[in-house]
């Protein structure tokens, strides 16, 4: 073999190996590859082309798709980037009209191959049933780096959906610089970001706060309409199930965020860790009541800061936790009461606090050595304001007797503190993200 191929054959290998701030290698062979029209069949034959490092180019224009391009397939998703031809000029329409109809954009991720969705707007205006199976894009599989960034989603109850459930393992990456606008999914209906950790697996691991290995929304605009926010029930995001999230840099108005406790679906822990910080909350012709609050963490680490919120609707004006635990069976997993092996049980039953700690409870995340007792990692809340006032976090006040048992599982100076940390406790990630990596705004 000559020495001019070797060193070609050399560079060849090392171009697919090498990849700068986690974006999508770059392959000496990169190719475009641009789909015949805006169909999920054209779609879907640019995207069976395509090869690791490879642009699938969307071409303008709008189109109604009834099913997704990876329709009885189950194609796992390659390191490509899907690209339309930006915002508002490659329109994909949400026809689907039943239950089981594929997903637009099902995306499967494998570890090691970052993908990214940038410059296509998803719209369900008009169409009853648009987003309520999925949504317009679903991530499912073990990729840990993908992308989703200057997309536009508008008018659907759900708009996205990640799930880490069915691998048992996390996947997440970066939404950025992203447009989420309703104005007709009202009561409720409007919860734009469906996310699902992989469940009990990660309370084996060490928390990452502070690091990439969570999933990441920053520098996006969210806009519900009065009456995709009437009934005020009307979260942005809810991540659940042993999800790990971090929420910064966003434009929020007339929406909140939900950090889920456990049971929000039967076996369903509760969200992990969240850390949320650097957004403004705002809420702009809206009656009382709508939303309900701004942020509501009902499980595991709240890290909350540098957050702004204005407006005079919400029913809720501290930073609210809850731990429903405390005096009902969620989700299957029972009450905490000093019996239930699920939990701690450091105290016992009949003694005020029995239970504690409890399972997946705000102020406790992780059971790393598996002993059935979750460490303590305390929620933070600090440099927050409601209309210029300081903002605490403080507890959800129920009945007299469920308040009271709440208090004794979640103490302020024990599980939750309205004050920075300590040093070592927590440092926040780079930002803005690596994989936003200086690529060309769509």
Same mark, same amino acid.
């Not at 905490?336 to 995340?365: L, S």
């Given at each position: 073999?000559?020495t001019?191929s070797?060193?070609f054959?050399?560079?060849?290998a ?14 000496v ?11 999920p069949?054209?779609?879907?034959d ?5 090869e ?14 009834s ?5 009885g ?10 690209q339309?031809a930006?915002?508002d ?11 089981g109809a594929?997903v ?10 970052p993908?990214?969705i940038?410059?296509i ?8 049933a648009?987003?309520?199976?999925g949504g317009?894009?679903?991530?499912s599989?073990t990729c840990k ?19 880490g459930?069915g691998?048992h ?7 950025d610089?992203?447009a989420?606008d309703?104005k007709?999914?009202?009561g409720?209906l ?7 950790g ?8 060490p928390?990452?706060l ?5 999933l ?6 969210v806009?519900l309409s009065?009456?995709a926010a009437?009934g005020?029930d ?5 991540p ?8 910064r ?15 929000v679906?039967?076996?369903y ?8 910080y650097?957004n403004?909350?705002?809420a702009?012709g809206l ?12 499980a595991?680490?709240?890290i909350?800061?540098?957050?702004t919120v ?6 809720? %004006?501290?930073?609210? =936790?809850?731990? @429903?635990r405390s005096?009902?069976? $969620?989700?299957g +997993?029972?009450?905490?009461d000093?019996t ?5 049980n450091?105290i ?5 606090g029995?239970?504690?700690p409890?399972?997946?409870q705000?102020?406790r995340?992780t059971?790393?050595?598996?002993d059935?007792v979750?460490?303590?990692?305390p ?6 304001t409601?209309?210029?006032?300081k903002?605490?976090?403080a507890l959800?006040?129920?009945g007299p %007797?469920e308040?009271e =048992?709440?208090? @004794?599982?979640v103490?302020?100076g $024990?599980?939750? +503190? ?13 930002y ?6 200086g690529?060309?705004a769509?």
């Amino acid at each position: 073999m000559s020495t001019r191929s070797t060193r070609f054959r050399l560079f060849l290998a090392l171009s697919f190996l090498v990849a700068a701030n986690g974006l999508l290698p770059k392959a000496v062979r990169a190719e475009t590859r641009t789909a015949a029209a805006l169909t999920p069949e054209a779609v879907w034959d640019a995207i069976n082309a395509a090869e690791d490092g490879d642009l699938v180019q969307l071409p303008a224009g709008t189109a109604n798709w009834s099913k997704g391009w990876n329709t009885g397939r189950g194609a796992k998703m390659k390191a490509i980037t899907i690209q339309g031809a930006g915002m508002d000029k490659t329109i994909i329409c949400d026809h689907r009209g039943r239950r089981g109809a594929s997903v637009p954009f099902e995306l499967q991720g494998v570890e090691g191959k970052p993908f990214r969705i940038t410059g296509i707007t998803f719209d369900g205006t008009g169409w009853p049933a648009a987003g309520l199976w999925g949504g317009f894009i679903s991530i499912s599989g073990t990729c840990k780096d993908f992308r989703i960034d200057h997309c536009k989603f508008k008018n659907a109850c759900v708009m996205m959906s990640i799930n880490g459930s069915g691998s048992h393992d996390d996947t997440y990456g970066l939404i950025d610089h992203c447009a989420f606008d309703d104005k007709e999914f009202a009561g409720g209906l409007a919860q734009p970001i469906w996310y699902s950790g992989p469940g009990a697996p990660n309370y084996r691991k060490p928390l990452s706060l502070g690091t990439a290995a969570a999933l990441y929304l920053e520098d996006n605009e969210v806009h519900l309409s009065p009456a995709a926010a009437k009934g005020g029930d009307c979260p942005w995001i809810a991540p659940n199930n042993g999800a790990r999230v971090v929420i910064r840099h966003n434009q929020i108005v007339n929406s909140q965020i939900e950090i889920y406790g456990v049971g929000v679906r039967k076996g369903y822990y509760g969200c992990q860790q969240a850390e949320i910080y650097d957004n403004t909350f705002s809420a702009i012709g809206l009656k009382q009541g709508e939303p309900q609050g701004f942020i509501f963490i009902n499980a595991g680490v709240g890290i909350v800061f540098n957050n702004t919120v204005t407006g005079t609707t919400y029913n809720c %004006k501290v930073i609210q =936790l809850t731990h @429903e635990r405390s005096f009902l069976d $969620r989700g299957g +997993f029972g009450v905490c009461d000093g019996t239930n092996p699920v939990d701690g049980n450091e105290i016992p039953a009949g003694q005020k606090g029995a239970g504690y700690p409890a399972m997946g409870q705000p102020g406790r995340g992780t059971d790393a050595d598996g002993d059935g007792v979750f460490e303590p990692s305390p929620c933070y809340a600090w440099n927050n304001t409601l209309n210029g006032a300081k903002l605490n976090m403080a507890l959800r006040r129920w009945g007299p %007797k469920e308040t009271e =048992l709440q208090a @004794e599982h979640v103490k302020e100076g $024990r599980d939750f +503190f309205n004050e920075e940390p300590s040093a070592g406790y927590y440092k926040p990630y780079v930002y803005p993200h690596p994989l936003q990596g200086g690529r060309k705004a769509m």
